[in-house]
Every structure is written in C-alpha cells, then in structure tokens.
C-alpha cells in the first residue's frame, strides 16, 4: 500500500484529462485539444483507440484514413506528441511468425503512412505456449521516420501486465 500511496502523489497533481465520450469524432477532439491547450497547456494527447473514432468517409477505410490524417494536423497544431493505439487485422494469427508488421495494421494503410514512429508489443509466450522465451517480449519499431527500426527485447512482469527493461531484471543472470 506504500507504493500505492507513494506512486499516487505525482499523479494526485498531474494535469491528466480523460475524455470517454464514444465515437467522438476528429473536429470534436480537436476542439476539445484546443480549449484544453488555452486553458491548462497540452504536452501529449494519447488516443485509444483510433478506430473507436468516427470519421465522414463512404468507407471506413476512408474514415480511419481522415481520422489519421487528422490526428497527425492536431499533433503539428498543439505542438504535442499524439500516441494513437491501433488495431491489428487477424493475419499475425494466420502466420507461422505472429510477430506484426505494417501492412497488419487495420483497415488503412494511412495509419502506416501519416505514422512517424510505429512500435509493436509481441510476447512469443501468447501464442507458443512450449517458448523457450518465457517471460519475454519485443518491441517491434517498425518504422521511424527518423531513425533505425528493431527489435528491443523485453521482460514481461504478467503479475503487473507490465513490461520492463530486460537487461535491468536479467542482469545478475
């Protein structure tokens, strides 16, 4: 309960805002980024998820594209990162390697071309029970505008649902 108590007290004074309203559309959220970034000041707009948005496009390909596009002028407007979780499409499960990739992700290829950093979470454990790789994950950099892409090995805390720096945890091994 100390770590608790300890932990809450940075977060007590945060200036945290959650919106929860469902299938709030770009034009709302950027209003709603606008009056907070003159009212308290904006440092990172975290979205999730992006395909829970509604957009006005004849297909919904088309919407998640406009939602994207976007989302990426509401990052450039508030001078603020925007972390925009996504969904994946089925095919990492169709595939011997479930490790995702670009083209995975859902229902717009604009996702992967308005992005400058897309990173994946990939635990082998989920899908191969008998890994060798217990308690392991990767974070996939699949693309970075500007800088290399790669893997990073991580260690999965599943008590916590947390991953951590693996060479930190495994270090003494």
Not at 66 to 83: D, F, G, L, Q, T
Not at 102 to 129: C, T
């Amino acid at each position: 309960m100390d770590n608790i108590a300890r932990a809450s007290g940075p977060l007590a004074s945060a200036k945290i805002y959650i919106d929860d309203t469902a299938g709030v559309s770009v034009m709302e959220m950027r209003s709603k980024c606008r009056r907070l970034k003159m009212e308290y000041g904006i440092d990172l707009i975290l979205i999730d998820y992006l395909q829970l948005m509604s957009g006005s496009g004849e297909s919904r390909q088309q919407e998640v594209a406009e939602i994207s596009r976007n989302i990426k002028a509401i990052a450039k407007e508030m001078e603020c990162p925007v972390i925009a979780l996504s969904q994946l499409s089925r095919a990492p499960e169709q595939r011997a390697d479930h490790r995702p990739m670009l083209s995975d992700l859902r229902e717009s290829g604009s996702i992967e071309q308005d992005a400058d950093l897309v990173m994946f979470l990939y635990r082998d454990e989920y899908y191969n029970k008998e890994t060798e790789d217990k308690n392991v994950g990767e974070c996939i950099i699949a693309k970075q505008r500007n800088g290399p892409v790669g893997t990073v090995k991580l260690a999965w805390l599943g008590q916590y649902s947390k991953f951590a720096d693996y060479e930190a945890i495994h270090k003494d091994v």
